[in-house]
């Protein structure tokens, strides 16, 4: 082996380490964690209450879910890139060791052959030779191999250091998987928990009040729009979608009747993130599983700017994602017990607008 080669193995080692550990740093955004209140919250009768004040209730109870949701979804996320790194890491650890024990065994030639010429020092051995040209010749061969053993050797270090490095990044990143686990735990019982209490709250109402119950909801949205509408912010909206926003749009309205369910990506039902990212994901531009890690990572835009695919962040705690199709509208998976339908843009409190494909 040369010291080309040598040199060459350590740097592929060291590269190696420096991919395998970026992207758990690149993970280190914090996760939102889940409300206090694990357990169901106290569900008021709803005899005691308006309509209205149990419409807000139950509005109230599927945000605080949808906020949870995403804390589990964001968590599901990292999980399985931490197992994928892990796997990467075993296999890193492998190779190390695979590379020591060659380096050992070249090692080990070299001692034996020295031990075969009887030890003596390689100027020795020449100057017995008599010839002149083969002493030369042979002087800068014993240099050569008298570098590449030092070379050889010194790889030899590196790679017993990295493979201790190697080592301490995958427990530390099963650590990090563990902690997500149970933070996915946490998530997953606060979402069924506000999801059982708005259901709890909606079960108490007759069926007569229940139908006045999605009328008031499909008003506040009417009113709530009609207002953003009024303020003039599609005055200068108008502008086209891109090529990759033209299919995404077609991917996210082709889904438009199917449920939402926490969690889903589809094909057969969808969260409101689970289906923003698949419809960019049909569109060939991977873009980040959460709405609020949507929001985080993908460029702002202004509103005026807002074209068909770019997505609607909804809530101040990001919580919620639309993709605006145009005319005002956006198609979206509002909540459970809900399809995935149109609705109009401004019919919840918009945080900002995000473009995948800026």
């Given at each position: 082996m040369n010291r080309r080669h040598c040199a060459t193995a350590a740097i592929t080692l060291v590269c190696a380490l420096a991919l395998l550990t970026a992207p758990v740093q690149a993970m280190a955004a914090p996760i939102p964690e889940p409300g206090p209140t694990a357990a169901a919250p106290a569900v008021p009768t709803a005899g005691k209450k308006s309509l209205e004040e149990v419409r807000e209730e139950i509005d109230t109870l599927y945000r605080k879910a949808g906020a949870a949701t995403d804390a589990y979804n964001l968590?599901?996320?990292q999980a399985e890139k931490q197992s994928k790194e892990i796997v990467a890491l075993t296999k890193a650890i492998a190779d190390g060791q695979a590379r020591i024990a060659e380096l050992k065994d070249s090692a080990g030639a070299q001692a034996r052959e020295q031990y075969r010429t009887?030890?003596?020092?390689?100027g020795a051995q020449l100057m017995l030779s008599g010839n002149p040209d083969l002493f030369l010749d042979g002087v800068n061969q014993a240099r050569q191999s008298q570098q590449a053993t030092k070379g050889m050797l010194t790889e030899l270090e590196q790679a017993q250091a990295d493979l201790e490095t190697y080592t301490q990044d995958a427990s530390l990143n099963w650590e990090k998987l563990e902690a997500n686990r149970v933070k996915q735990a946490k998530a997953k019982k606060s979402i069924n928990a506000q999801i059982a209490a708005a259901k709890k709250l909606e079960s108490q109402l007759?069926?007569?009040?229940?139908?006045?119950?999605?009328?008031?909801?499909?008003?506040?949205?009417?009113?709530?729009?009609?207002a953003w509408l009024s303020s003039g912010a599609l005055?200068?909206?108008?502008?086209?979608a891109s090529a990759g926003g033209k299919l995404a749009v077609a991917f996210a309205t082709a889904q438009i009747g199917k449920?939402?369910?926490?969690?889903?990506?589809?094909?057969?039902?969808?969260?409101?993130?689970?289906l923003t990212s698949q419809a960019w994901a049909a569109a060939k531009r991977p873009i980040p599983r959460t709405s609020q890690e949507q929001w985080r990572l993908l460029p702002h835009i202004p509103i005026q700017d807002m074209r068909p695919g770019d997505l609607i962040i909804y809530h101040s705690d990001a919580s919620h994602v639309g993709m605006y199709v145009?005319?005002?509208s956006i198609v979206h998976a509002p909540r459970p017990g809900r399809h995935v339908t149109l609705a109009g843009a401004g019919s919840m409190r918009i945080l900002g607008v995000v473009r995948p494909d800026k």
């Amino acid at each position: 082996m040369n010291r080309r080669h040598c040199a060459t193995a350590a740097i592929t080692l060291v590269c190696a380490l420096a991919l395998l550990t970026a992207p758990v740093q690149a993970m280190a955004a914090p996760i939102p964690e889940p409300g206090p209140t694990a357990a169901a919250p106290a569900v008021p009768t709803a005899g005691k209450k308006s309509l209205e004040e149990v419409r807000e209730e139950i509005d109230t109870l599927y945000r605080k879910a949808g906020a949870a949701t995403d804390a589990y979804n964001l968590a599901q996320e990292q999980a399985e890139k931490q197992s994928k790194e892990i796997v990467a890491l075993t296999k890193a650890i492998a190779d190390g060791q695979a590379r020591i024990a060659e380096l050992k065994d070249s090692a080990g030639a070299q001692a034996r052959e020295q031990y075969r010429t009887g030890g003596l020092p390689p100027g020795a051995q020449l100057m017995l030779s008599g010839n002149p040209d083969l002493f030369l010749d042979g002087v800068n061969q014993a240099r050569q191999s008298q570098q590449a053993t030092k070379g050889m050797l010194t790889e030899l270090e590196q790679a017993q250091a990295d493979l201790e490095t190697y080592t301490q990044d995958a427990s530390l990143n099963w650590e990090k998987l563990e902690a997500n686990r149970v933070k996915q735990a946490k998530a997953k019982k606060s979402i069924n928990a506000q999801i059982a209490a708005a259901k709890k709250l909606e079960s108490q109402l007759a069926e007569e009040e229940r139908a006045r119950l999605l009328k008031l909801e499909q008003d506040a949205a009417s009113t709530a729009q009609a207002a953003w509408l009024s303020s003039g912010a599609l005055q200068d909206i108008n502008r086209e979608a891109s090529a990759g926003g033209k299919l995404a749009v077609a991917f996210a309205t082709a889904q438009i009747g199917k449920p939402y369910v926490w969690g889903a990506e589809g094909p057969s039902s969808y969260d409101c993130s689970g289906l923003t990212s698949q419809a960019w994901a049909a569109a060939k531009r991977p873009i980040p599983r959460t709405s609020q890690e949507q929001w985080r990572l993908l460029p702002h835009i202004p509103i005026q700017d807002m074209r068909p695919g770019d997505l609607i962040i909804y809530h101040s705690d990001a919580s919620h994602v639309g993709m605006y199709v145009g005319d005002g509208s956006i198609v979206h998976a509002p909540r459970p017990g809900r399809h995935v339908t149109l609705a109009g843009a401004g019919s919840m409190r918009i945080l900002g607008v995000v473009r995948p494909d800026k």
